[in-house]
Nanobody
């Protein structure tokens, strides 16, 4: 079993920045994929960004160039640096491990 705990969400004005963090614990495999997904009200959950333990990344087109995913494998942490935030980035952001395990989510609201 894997436990994921997100932090770092909040309210930010358009054009602002936030950094999300996710701490993983439990049965962590050396080779894995961790990432971020988001779900806006009345919409499907969608991929934001993923990163393998080897450093390969994948981004949604809508966030490419604005968001950066990073990891600290020694600490089993994954981060999401979000810059130039837009109102349409408002959603609950979820951390994911290997496509199976989910965190509880953290709310990001972009509004003036």
């Amino acid at each position: 079993q894997v436990q994921l705990v997100e932090s770092g969400g909040g309210l930010v004005q358009p054009g602002g920045s936030l950094r999300l963090s996710c701490a993983a614990s439990g049965s962590i495999f050396r080779f894995n994929v961790m990432g971020w997904y988001r779900q806006a009200p009345e919409k499907e959950r969608e991929l934001v960004a993923t990163m393998t333990s080897g450093g390969n990344t994948n981004y949604a087109v809508s966030v490419k160039g604005r968001f950066t995913i990073s990891r600290d494998n020694a600490k089993n942490m994954v981060y999401l640096q979000m810059n130039s935030l837009k109102p349409e980035d408002t959603a609950v952001y979820y951390c994911n491990y290997n496509g199976i395990h989910w965190g509880q989510g953290t709310q990001v609201t972009v509004s003036s």
